[in-house]
């Protein structure tokens, strides 16, 4: 069985004469700025993406969305909508009453409202129809009577009144509105914070932000004449869609196929099952013809599932050399109206802080509550930015406290490779000591953090992120990455793999790996995804696992698949097998290097000798976490570990910060492509500062979101955009595909707190509250000012 | 949205008797027009495309040296125009700020001197402002930016209307029953509702920058706030206008926009410029009182999205920075 081989971090096949095209290296396709497998696709704009698709006879469908922030649903009159022209079928809550949610445990989600509204934007109807313009006049007659419910948009509100509930739990009424409580305490925190030199504490808050994916959602559906539905989605987690269509349509699995098409970025924003996909596939299943939902950019808006705004009490104790004590945290999350990854969120919000410095104790008190806003749910870096924000800077203030240089200070408190954390966790490569070297020296710090002019500062901070996790949402003990190789006579192989290519480049990464296994031309490799009628489960581009883990599971098939060709090869030739290489698109003997053929007259050779030829491979995680309720919520086979350095200008009178610099240097493992690597963590990097600065995802007074457009949700442009430096680190995991772990997600952390302690250097000024707009940091600087002149009048 | 008519007349008296029937919108880049359609703001029955009228389009200098702006000629155009950004500096620099790049080669001078106001709780889509209850300026009949207030406060939000109105600029709107002329100072009007004193069958023509009397050295500059470094609307635009005699400034005009529902002319603050030395201590020390004449005569309301109270407090450095600007010969001030 291939799942939990270890494949090596090494060149898998070098040829000993170094004759072939293999670089210094050993490797002949990693490690190089090879083009992404659909990028001239994208580019042309021939890549086909769900809202491409049109059918013969397709209708549009579109929903009827709640205007209360929080009510009972008395009726709904759909006559008119229904006897509207064009009009072909209407569908509310009692049409799919079966309740679902991503996470098995809080399937607290209806593809409609059933009997209440949560928040405004909540669908109650859909309507499918000839044509968008009929199916939006329908909508606008459909009656909905509403009975008002008193509306929690402030977590604490909804904290302090248990009742109404926004969830009903009639077996524990004394839940309240919480969504979900953890506590976990590791070692003796308060003993740790006992007889501390040093103790930092502060509040710290993050406002709500979300994905803004350049595509919106999208989903068409059809029914075949025998009852088989297929289902192309905008989704980055196929296999999940596919079970949750079987849940709540009542349909056998084998009579659903989901296709994930060509897909517009997803960032954590397509991972949950959502309405408008049981919506599309029940409506093709009451009219018979295809459906396509297409989500306004608004509508994206409302289905959010963005970062969880949160509020974060933090402390940390000390020695007086620095060496850290403890950590106390106490944490409230806005969950908004239902659970989606609630339950793994308000674990990671503490359970991802366990690196990359040592903490000796810790303990995190986290609370999601519901309140009547947009559903809040995992964007990039989910559940870790938010408490990584107030840590980071907690460490830089116990840095100014101690004054300890703040690389020092992280230095001093490194935990180490092959460790395991305080909760538990293992810890395998770690490259954080590299990584801090790299942004020490890339931004000149020794020679200018503390000595710039007054206004211009450098700030660091450092994080650590998952490469997938053991948790696999629903347990079972099938594997994680599943991956077939079909070979053709033409010279063709053909991955079929589960994996959800969402832009991060994971078929890239297929095809490099089957190629550099097999020794290929990557352009004879086909890349077949996320289709499940055609490929083996994966469990989907989340948690950052599908390089760590699908790769694994590339590398086994290939391998596999080598072992056969070879061996067919060698008795042909009559020779030992060991005197067989693959290489540079052909196969040669070693000892006599004229006995060679092309790779496709190799698969020839081997079909003829053996079978129709093909292979497997898959990856399944080794048994890991702590042995404790959660202990498995963020244990990972493999770690990323990131440091940044910021630059910053800050304008005193006007509020307004100027990111000059970030320096990201970040430890993937190995970068199995460099181009895909640097465009990952310059993205998260980008993500993260413009989430800093600009972004903000909030309701106004009435519950209303406060600007569903890309126009009012302001994204940073390209001109907003400060100088990004990609420092890629190696360290090579022994677990990893040739060593590779995450870069897409854990390059995104440090960006917020290292922004913070810039300013600090800058101008003197702690930010501990996000966003940093202008008018915000203005009343921070001055609010600064009038403390320090009370300070200096009492003296 | 509702589906609507498109008419293409190709000469301006085509295009008048189009808009005169009711129901008729003029179509320009469409950059405004075309998301207030799809919010279901606007509901023409026929729009009335405008592209295909030679008149409408072009720059061009009179014998007597006014500027003449064909109604239709694109933003971008006009913001790298030689003669624009020589005679109304200030002018070009506020095109050149409108929107980001794409919508700057769409969009049109007549589109944005003639852009509807704008509000948090107006540009929005149907079904946000249905949940919202709807508002004064459409369809309903509170404020949400004054509460019990009973005048719609919708900001105008059109960047060169303020440099347009320190340089004294006139329209020529022509409609089915013949032309007329107006002076820019008078097309705007204080209701958020509605703020151009303009019939819904007149088409704006031209827009013409009068020549500066001779002897005089016009400077001029732009300074816009916005939290991005592009696309968005202004939070708060100031237009600067300084005619200089002799290192004096004999005349001074200040435009600001994004506050209230109209354009507003800053008269005391230009009244701390004029007679002023053009340089040295005198032109600072009056350069700071015009600043503080300024903000207190500017008074954002949280009308448009953004923080109304930074708002505030930048006017004053804003019109600082913008009347240095122009002073110094740069500009458009922006990003501080």
Known sequence: ?795 | MQGFDLATPTTVDEAVALLAREGSLAIAGGTDLLPNIKHELFEPRTVVALGGIEELRGIELESDGTLSIGATTTLAHVAAHDEVRCRATALAQAASLVAGPQLRTMGTLGGNVLLDTRCQWYNQSYFWRQSLGFCLKKDGSVCHVIESGSKCVAAASNDTAAPLLTLDAELEFASNTGRRRLPIAELYKSDGVANLRKEPGELLVRVRIPALETGRERLGAYGKLRERGSIDFPLLGVAVRLDVVDDRIVHAALGAIALQARPLALQKAAAALIDAPASGPGFDDAVLACAAAAARQLHPVANVPGDAQWRKEMAPVYVRETVRAARAGTGPVHGR
């Open chain 1, 1 to 795: 069985m291939g799942a939990r081989d270890q494949h090596g971090v090494d060149a898998p096949w070098v040829d000993p004469a170094r004759s072939s095209t293999n670089g210094a290296d050993g490797f002949a396709v990693v490690g190089r700025r090879n083009r992404k497998i659909d990028g001239l696709s994208k580019a042309t704009g021939a890549a086909v993406y769900a809202d491409d698709i049109a059918l013969p006879g397709m209708l549009h469908a579109k929903f009827v969305r709640s205007t209360k922030a929080h009510a009972r649903i008395v009726s709904i009159d759909t006559s008119a909508a229904l006897a509207l022209p064009g009009v072909h079928a209407v569908i509310t809550g009692k049409d799919l009453p079966i309740n679902y949610g991503v996470i098995p445990w809080t399937p607290d989600e209806h593809a409609l409202a059933l009997e209440k509204v949560r928040f405004i934007g909540d669908e109650v109807a859909a309507v499918a129809a000839i044509d968008e313009e009929t199916a939006n006049r329908a909508i606008k007659l459909v009656k909905v009577e509403y009975e008002d419910l008193p509306a929690f948009l402030d977590p604490e509100e909804a904290l302090a009144n248990p009742t109404p509930q926004i969830h009903a739990t009639p077996k524990k009424p004394e839940r309240g509105n919480v969504s979900k409580h953890v506590l976990l305490e590791f070692g003796d925190v308060d003993g740790a914070f006992e007889g501390a030199a040093a103790v930092v504490a502060g509040e710290y808050s993050f406002h709500g932000t979300t994905h803004a994916a350049i595509e919106p959602h999208c989903a068409v559906a059809q029914c075949s004449p025998d009852g088989n539905l297929t289902l192309w989605s905008s989704t980055q987690i196929t296999h999940y869609v596919h079970r949750a269509l079987a849940h709540v349509l009542e349909l056998p699995p084998a009579r659903i196929r989901v296709i994930q098409p060509c897909i517009g970025g997803a960032f954590g924003g397509k991972s949950d099952p959502f309405g408008f996909e049981f919506c599309a596939a029940k409506l093709a299943q009451i009219t018979g013809r295809p459906v396509k939902m297409l989500l306004t950019r608004e509508e994206v808006f409302y289905l959010h599932r963005g970062r969880h705004p949160m509020q974060l009490a933090y402390r940390t104790a000390a020695d007086a050399d620095g060496k850290l004590r403890g950590v106390d945290a106490k944490i409230l999350i806005d969950g908004g109206a239902y659970s989606s990854f609630g339950l793994v969120t308000t674990y990671y919000s503490g359970q991802l802080l366990g690196g990359p410095v040592h903490l000796p104790t810790y303990r995190f008190d986290s609370t999601r509550v519901f309140t009547n806003k947009p559903p809040c749910g995992p964007k990039r870096g989910h559940g870790s930015v938010q408490p990584r924000f107030a840590f980071e800077i907690q460490l830089d203030e116990l840095a100014h406290e101690l004054d300890l240089d703040p690389i020092e200070l992280r230095r001093r408190n490194f935990q180490g490779e092959h460790v395991e954390t305080v909760n538990g966790q293992r810890i395998t490569s770690n490259g954080f000591l590299a990584c801090l070297d790299e942004v020490e020296r890339a931004s000149g710090w020794k020679e200018r953090r503390g000595k710039l002019p007054h206004g211009r500062g450098l700030g660091v901070a450092g994080s650590m992120y998952i490469s997938g996790t053991n948790y696999p949402i629903y347990p079972n003990d099938m594997p994680q990455a599943g991956i077939q190789l079909k070979v053709d006579r033409s010279g063709l192989v053909t991955a079929f793999t589960g994996g959800n290519d969402i832009g991060q480049g994971s078929s890239s990464v297929v095809r490099d790996l089957v190629a550099e296994e097999l020794g290929m031309d990557p352009a004879d490799v086909r890349v077949v995804a996320s289709d499940t009628d055609l490929c083996p489960v994966d469990l989907g581009a989340y948690s950052s696992r599908v390089t760590f883990m699908v790769g694994n599971a590339t590398i086994d098939a290939a391998r596999a698949l080598r072992r056969r060709i070879v061996d067919a090869i060698a008795a042909e030739w009559e020779i030992d097998a060991r005197r067989i290489f693959m290489g540079g698109g052909t196969v040669f003997d070693l000892e006599d290097r004229d006995r060679l053929v092309t790779t496709r007259e190799a698969f020839q050779i081997a079909e003829a000798r053996l079978d129709t030829l093909g292979s497997t491979g898959s990856y399944n995680t080794p048994t890991l976490g702590g042995d404790y309720r959660g202990g498995t919520i963020g244990a990972s086979p493999a770690y990323s570990f990131t440091a940044h350095a910021v630059e910053v200008s800050v304008d005193e009178e006007t509020g307004r910060l100027t990111v000059e610099n970030c320096w990201i240097a970040h430890d993937c493992g190995r970068a199995l492509n460099p181009m895909l690597v640097a465009g990952q963590m310059e993205g998260s990097a980008y993500m993260g500062l413009a989430e800093a600065l600009f972004e903000v995802h909030d309701v106004n007074r009435f519950g209303l979101h406060s600007g569903p457009s890309l126009l009012d949700y302001r994204m940073a442009t390209t001109v907003d955009t400060p100088e990004l430096h990609a420092l890629i680190v190696e360290s090579l995991d022994p677990e990893g595909p040739y060593g590779a772990k995450e870069a897409g997600e854990g390059p995104l952390h440090p960006a917020l707190p290292a922004l913070s302690n810039a300013v600090f250097d800058a101008v003197g000024v702690r930010l501990r509250h996000l966003p940093f707009t202008p008018g915000n940091v203005l009343r921070e600087l001055r609010a600064a000012r009038a403390t320090s002149q009370r300070e200096r009048a009492s003296c």
